[in-house]
């Protein structure tokens, strides 16, 4: 599951991105990948150790408005992946 953050200030270097969604998401945080750093449309993609829906909801909405650079941040889920389902 990933978590996809926009609204990054310019001014804000890939690593000071990293390091912030490090910290606020905890171990939740697998793997950042940041695009664009220091141009507008700026974001980044978090893999998520978790597998329950909802689970990615709840941590989205607690980084959404959270200030970085001066400016909220804007996160969302995705609910849906292109791996299959695993099997149960």
Do not use: W
């Amino acid at each position: 599951m990933n978590l996809t953050v926009r609204n990054i200030a310019e001014s804000c270097s890939e690593q000071e991105v990293r390091e912030f969604l490090k910290h606020e998401l905890g171990h939740y945080a697998k793997n950042v990948e940041v695009v664009g750093a220091g141009t507008p449309g700026a974001y980044a993609t978090v893999e998520l150790d978790a597998d329950v829906p909802y689970v990615g909801d709840v941590i989205a909405r607690q980084i959404h408005g959270r200030h970085l650079g001066g400016q909220p941040l804007e996160a969302s889920a995705d609910l849906f992946s292109d791996e299959p389902p695993a099997a149960q």
